[in-house]
C-alpha cells in the first residue's frame, strides 16, 4: 500500500528539488576595460535550480559575473551578451527548468507533458519556450491564437526556416542570431 501524501512529505521534496544543484554553460560577451574590444566568455558554473527556475541570467548577471568576470579574464570590463544553458543536454532530468533546455529538448518537452504546441510553428528557441509557457498558463487562450495562425504566416515560417538552414554557420548553437549578432564578410 502506498504511503498517503501529507504536508510535510510535500514540504521535503519541495526542499529536496530546492536544494538541488545543476552544472551550467555561461557563455556571451564582454567589453574589454579600454572598452574598445568585445570579447567571448565562457565558463562552466553551479547553480540552485531556484534560480535557475526564476531568472538564470538575472542572477548570472548579477551574483556571479561580477566576481567570475575579472577572476577568469583580466582585462574584462563589464558583460555585453549572456546566454545561460545546461552544461550538458545529457544532464538534463524531469527536474530541469525548460528555460534551460535546448530546442529538441523543448520538442521532447512537449512530447512528454503532450502538449498541444505544433513545434513546426515556431522555429526559433525563444518562440517555442513562450508557447509552451503560454499553453501552460492558458491553454484555451493559446490554442485560438495557435489556430489562428494563416497559410501566409506558415509560408513566412518556411522562408525563414529556409533561410537560418542556409546561414546555420552564423548562429551559435542552440541560440538564434539577432539582427546586430549577424556579421556578414565580403567572399
Same mark, same amino acid.
Given at each position: 500500500?502506498?504511503?498517503?501524501?501529507?504536508?510535510?512529505?510535500?514540504?521535503?521534496?519541495?526542499?529536496?528539488?530546492?536544494?538541488?544543484?545543476?552544472?551550467?554553460?555561461?557563455?556571451?560577451?564582454?567589453?574589454?576595460?579600454?572598452?574598445?574590444?568585445?570579447?567571448?566568455?565562457?565558463?562552466?558554473?553551479?547553480?540552485?535550480?531556484?534560480?535557475?527556475?526564476?531568472?538564470?541570467?538575472?542572477?548570472?548577471?548579477?551574483?556571479?559575473?561580477?566576481?567570475?568576470?575579472?577572476?577568469?579574464?583580466?582585462?574584462?570590463?563589464?558583460?555585453?551578451?549572456?546566454?545561460?544553458?545546461?552544461?550538458?543536454?545529457?544532464?538534463?532530468?524531469?527536474?530541469?527548468?525548460?528555460?534551460?533546455?535546448?530546442?529538441?529538448?523543448? @520538442?521532447?518537452?512537449? &512530447?512528454? !507533458?503532450?502538449?498541444?504546441? %505544433? $513545434? /513546426? *510553428?515556431?522555429?526559433?528557441?525563444?518562440? #517555442? =519556450?513562450?508557447?509552451?509557457?503560454?499553453?501552460?498558463?492558458?491553454?484555451?487562450?493559446?490554442?485560438?491564437?495557435?489556430?489562428? @495562425?494563416?497559410?501566409? &504566416?506558415? !509560408?513566412?515560417?518556411?522562408? %525563414? $526556416? /529556409? *533561410?537560418?538552414?542556409?546561414?546555420?554557420? #552564423? =548562429?551559435?548553437?542552440?541560440?538564434?542570431?539577432?539582427?546586430?549578432?549577424?556579421?556578414?564578410?565580403?567572399?
Amino acid at each position: 500500500m502506498a504511503k498517503p501524501i501529507t504536508k510535510s512529505t510535500l514540504a521535503k521534496q519541495k526542499q529536496s528539488r530546492k536544494n538541488t544543484v545543476l552544472q551550467v554553460r555561461i557563455y556571451g560577451t564582454y567589453h574589454s576595460k579600454n572598452k574598445k574590444e568585445i570579447k567571448k566568455y565562457e565558463c562552466v558554473a553551479k547553480m540552485p535550480i531556484a534560480e535557475l527556475e526564476e531568472n538564470p541570467v538575472y542572477y548570472v548577471k548579477k551574483h556571479l559575473l561580477p566576481r567570475v568576470g575579472p577572476a577568469l579574464y583580466e582585462d574584462w570590463g563589464r558583460h555585453r551578451e549572456i546566454y545561460v544553458e545546461l552544461a550538458d543536454q545529457n544532464e538534463a532530468t524531469d527536474n530541469t527548468p525548460i528555460d534551460l533546455l535546448d530546442r529538441d529538448g523543448l @520538442i521532447a518537452y512537449i &512530447d512528454d !507533458e503532450n502538449l498541444p504546441v %505544433k $513545434e /513546426n *510553428l515556431f522555429l526559433e528557441k525563444s518562440s #517555442l =519556450l513562450q508557447a509552451i509557457k503560454d499553453c501552460i498558463d492558458n491553454e484555451a487562450a493559446f490554442l485560438e491564437y495557435q489556430d489562428s @495562425i494563416n497559410e501566409k &504566416d506558415l !509560408e513566412e515560417i518556411k522562408r %525563414k $526556416e /529556409n *533561410l537560418l538552414e542556409l546561414n546555420a554557420d #552564423l =548562429l551559435k548553437p542552440g541560440k538564434t542570431a539577432k539582427k546586430d549578432q549577424i556579421h556578414l564578410e565580403a567572399i
